[in-house]
């Protein structure tokens, strides 16, 4: 622009300048010991004195210099090398003890969010922006810490026992923290926590929220009980306990199920069998099963709503005896016999969906059943509906969504991020363990806990769950969503140097083997196919 054409009093139309981005803010308070350093990595802003950690245990101030404490933790792709094992060495190290050279071509290295430090507040990129090869392809994986105040835990409970009616408030120490929601096959289920929750009650409620939801991600035991129902004591990976007592099996099938699964089985051994269930209570005479094999109708009539022949709802209310029912005796299901089918010395096997409860009548002659000894050969049959159900275990599946500001420390143009996930271009990980990505607008992710490092969730005290999370693409396609470019560093570059950002980056890794059941993250189809 010429001296002559310029405006007085009019903005020139020069770019405009770019903002100076501080390492770190200011101090909120002025006033702060100079011995103080303000973390910034999530918006409580702790001051923390030297030697001492912020309110989440997960900074400290290290002599003058924030650090995140937890070493970051990188998975081998197989054991052995020279690398220890859940060793945890430091970064800075001109010549890292724990790898070799071979072990950056050999495409084994991949670096988890766990322990890697966050992006808040937002607009920083990913504290590891890592470059490697797989397969010969230039691959990227944008390594963080997401601060998730959106996020929830799916527990599926193998037991056919009643915990709750549907919709029942889940509590923890008194604490409402989540509620009973629809039963599945086999399975009671939870949902807990969740942002009304960790936000939208009393302190208390949000604080004992966010401990109960960082306890049983860590696969910790937690305690809780539901209103109306039952006593829990619930950690992923291990059998749940359901008031006191903890489950063994969990049901082969419905009642029905199990009836046309066993039906050959039982014939010849029983004149009748009637399979106890909460869901559908099977009668084998009645049932297609039965009719197929041409039984004799045994004049049995049950309880409860009849649905389809053989096939009975509601025999029961529902508790933690036969079948998930509330009875402790069967025969209390049985309405009557009709006289014009039963017959004296007719033989009557009673059995839950689980085999943990069997008894044996043969009526009378004015056909009252007479409680007898299990014959051998029924017993071997309900030893088989034992033997076909499986041990009853406690699954917590993380839920999170991550289609808020964490993507900023990806690209400058987040929706370019969710719309590659979309495209299958990237290949989303939770602790290098893989990573549902449920359809619909968002990045809402789910990770079964029991497949992520130990010790993977943290807190913070907003309330905000802390979980890794990883997004590996081609490096093409990370250049096509605008990616934070200036900040990839190579595999070899992190090992010697760790996070691109000194403030409160990690000072140390950990070596994990990756788990055997987890595809390695580097080597989905849609990555390199
Ligand atoms: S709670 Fe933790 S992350 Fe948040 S400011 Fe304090 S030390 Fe930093």
New binding site residues.
């Given amino acids: 622009m010429t001296e002559h054409t310029k405006t007085d009093g009019l903005p020139g139309d020069e770019a405009p300048a770019q903002p100076v981005v501080l390492e770190r803010s200011r101090p909120r308070n002025e006033r702060m010991a100079g011995d103080k350093i303000e973390?910034?990595?999530?918006?409580?802003?702790?001051q923390?004195s030297v030697g001492k950690?912020?309110?989440?245990d997960?900074?400290a101030n290290r002599d003058g210099t924030l650090v995140r404490v937890d070493p970051v933790v990188m998975l081998r792709r197989s054991l052995g090398g020279s690398a220890g094992i859940a060793a945890v060495v430091p970064f800075a190290s001109d010549e890292p003890a724990d790898w070799s050279g071979d072990l950056l071509l050999a495409d084994e290295v991949f670096v988890t969010g766990v322990g890697s430090s966050?992006t808040y507040p937002d607009y920083k990129p990913a504290p590891f922006i890592v470059a490697s090869q797989s397969a010969g392809v230039d691959m990227v994986t944008v390594v963080t810490e997401g601060i998730f105040s959106y996020c929830s835990l799916k527990v599926k409970i193998d037991t056919d026992r009643y915990l709750g009616p549907e919709q029942a408030n889940v509590r923890c120490k008194g604490e409402v923290v989540g509620h009973v929601t629809t039963a599945e096959y086999g399975s009671q289920m939870l949902s807990l926590g969740g942002v009304h929750h960790l936000t939208g009650g009393s302190k208390k409620e949000g604080r004992v929220t966010v401990e109960m939801m960082e306890l049983l991600g860590n696969k910790q035991p937690v305690e809780f009980t539901i209103d109306g129902g039952a006593q829990l004591l619930l950690q992923a990976g291990r059998a749940p306990v359901v008031n006191g007592v903890e489950e063994q099996r969990m049901r082969v099938g419905c009642g029905s199920a199990t009836i046309g699964i066993f039906a050959k089985q039982f014939y010849g051994l029983a004149d009748e069998v009637v399979v106890v269930d909460d869901h559908i209570t099977g009668v084998l005479t009645e049932h297609q099963a039965g009719r197929c094999l041409d039984m004799r109708a045994s004049g049995i009539k049950l309880r409860g709503r009849k649905s389809t022949p053989g096939r009975y709802f509601q025999v029961a209310n529902p508790g933690t005896g036969w079948g998930g029912t509330d009875i402790a005796d069967p025969l209390s299901i049985i309405e009557r016999w009709d006289a014009t089918a039963a017959w004296p010395g007719l033989r009557l096997l009673m059995t839950s969906t689980t085999g943990e409860h069997c008894s044996w009548y043969v009526l009378d002659d004015a056909l009252n059943p007479i409680e007898q000894a299990l014959p051998p050969a029924a017993q071997t049959v309900v030893d088989r509906i034992g033997e076909n159900c499986e041990p009853s275990l406690t699954t917590v599946l993380f839920l999170g969504g991550a289609g808020g500001s964490l993507r900023a420390g990806v690209t400058d143009n987040p929706v370019q991020l969710t719309r590659a996930i979309k495209q299958a271009l990237v290949n989303v990980t939770c602790g290098g363990a893989p990573a549902y990505v449920w359809p619909g607008g968002g990045i809402t992710v789910m990770a079964d806990v029991m497949r992520m490092p130990e010790r993977s969730f943290g807190t913070?005290?907003t309330p905000a769950i802390v979980a890794p999370i990883e997004f590996s693409m081609r490096m093409a396609d990370y250049r096509a969503l605008g990616g934070h470019l200036e900040h990839v560093r190579t595999l070899e570059q992190v090992l010697r140097r760790g996070a691109w950002h000194d403030d409160?980056a990690p000072t140390g890794r950990r070596w994990l083997p990756n788990p055997a059941g987890n595809a390695w993250p580097l080597g989905q189809p849609p990555l390199l196919g």
Avoid: E, M, Q, S
């Avoid at 950690?53 to 989440?56: L, Q, T």
């Fill in positions: 973390c910034n990595a999530c918006p409580v802003l702790c923390i950690v912020g309110a989440c997960r900074y966050t913070v005290p409160g």
